[in-house]
């Protein structure tokens, strides 16, 4: 664990967000004491650059940390994802020398809270396309009218991250907009967060009527369709690995967990503590291989990020090229699946009480499952492995 973890995240902090965690489970609501306790402990600048006054953190650094954060709350944890997911891409742009994300990374040091408002229902593209209108203004501003979904922060943030189709562009060369708006009478914010899992994120519906985007505020526009442009890819990039990183964290609390239970749980019939239990002992083993395995890929694909912004090669450091797209999603997607699995196994080691609502694991194995909702989906990431291997479909007479 780096320093700067234990700093932002000692371990008397996280006991008392775990004990929070319980709580706004049960009552659906978002850990507003939490978010405080994380922007006193200059959280929300952990991905500005020293020089424009943030803690100068990496794209890793983060990771990690918000490892250790969903250890303790998880839905605080993917919360917080939605303003480091912003504030990341930003830091990826600026690396590569864009200017217009220096606004994202000063309002970030001025503790300015970001959210992430892409998700549309029925858009599989995501973030290259959208249902969203964008219509322009005289001013070179712009009106936005949409609807997000899944809008973490939903009822505390204070800039919000979001594209649109611009409407005068043509079928045969549509483009996209993305820009960052604030709160107004035109951003309606909906209360029908009342899920299965991660309760205390109040990832709401937003909709758009007529929002105003400045023309101070435009990040960039680019092609639909899949491209490079750096703010997109840093979002892309940032988003998938800090979700990768938040289940890994709940699975390795579960792991955890499992292992202290095991050594007082006993097995009456076989007069043994289950810690000697073979049966045992493999589920929880099994559990642990498979977080080994998703922790190792997702630091290698994350310090590759962390060099293409920064130019670092070396020994260990690979530019994936037009691959990166691919590595992105399918370390969400084999992480996700390896977080869900191994909580599954440690609750299939730890026994029936832990069925009930007054158990961590309980609530852990309900939140692990937001993770297959996340883009990119199952369908998605296989969809593009496919493409890559075997070209479009048809392609081959």
């Known amino acids: 664990m780096t320093d700067l973890a234990r700093d932002l995240l000692p371990d008397s902090l996280l006991e008392t967000f775990r004990s929070r965690a319980a709580l706004h489970d049960r009552a659906n609501t978002f850990p507003d004491q939490d978010l405080a306790d994380l922007r006193e402990r200059g959280y929300l600048r952990l991905l500005v650059p020293t020089e424009l006054g943030g803690l100068g953190a990496s794209i890793a650094d983060a990771s990690r940390i918000q490892r250790r954060l969903a250890q303790a709350a998880p ?3 993917l919360s917080m994802n939605m303003h ?11 690396r590569l020398g864009v200017d217009s994300v220096r606004s994202i990374l000063e309002d970030a040091a001025a503790d300015q809270l970001h959210a992430f408002g892409i998700s549309e229902a029925g858009n599989d593209a995501m973030l290259f396309d959208s249902s969203t209108a964008a219509d322009a203004e005289p001013d070179g501003g ?6 997000k979904i899944f809008t973490s922060l939903a009822p505390v943030w204070d800039r919000l991250v979001v594209h649109g189709r611009l409407a005068h562009t043509t079928e045969v060369d549509p483009r996209l907009l993305f820009g960052v708006i604030e709160r107004s009478d035109a951003v309606e914010v909906l209360d029908d967060w009342d899920t299965h899992g991660m309760r205390a994120s109040q990832s709401r519906t937003t909709r758009l009527h007529g929002a105003p985007l400045t023309a101070a505020r435009i990040i960039t526009r680019t092609p639909v369709g899949p491209n490079q442009d750096p703010f997109v890819m840093g979002i892309f990039g940032a988003f998938e690995l800090l979700i990768a990183s938040v289940y890994i964290g709940v699975a390795q609390r579960a792991v955890e967990l499992g292992a202290d239970i095991s050594t007082t749980r006993r097995n009456a019939t076989k ?3 289950h810690a000697d239990d073979p049966d045992i002992r493999w589920r929880l083993a099994d559990a642990a291989i498979a977080l080994d395995g998703a922790v190792l890929q997702l630091e290698k694909v994350v310090a590759d990020l962390d060099a293409l912004g920064t130019g670092e090669t070396g020994p260990g450091i690979t530019d994936h090229g037009p691959r990166w797209f691919l590595h992105f999603s399918g370390v969400k997607s084999r992480s996700t699946e390896a977080a869900i699995s191994a909580v599954d196994q440690v609750l299939r080691a730890s026994g029936g009480s832990h069925f009930y609502r007054r158990s961590e ?4 194995s309900r939140d692990v499952r937001a993770g297959m909702y996340h883009p990119s989906d199952e369908e ?3 969809a593009s492995y496919a493409k890559a291997l075997l070209g479009e479909i048809g392609s081959i007479r």
């Open 75 to 77: 839905a605080t944890a």
């Open 84 to 94: 480091l997911v912003v504030t990341g891409a930003a830091l990826h742009a600026h």
């Open 142 to 147: 712009y009106r936005l009218t949409g609807t």
């Open 271 to 273: 007069g043994i503590v």
């Open 361 to 364: 694991l309980e609530r852990l």
């Open 380 to 382: 998605s990431v296989h």
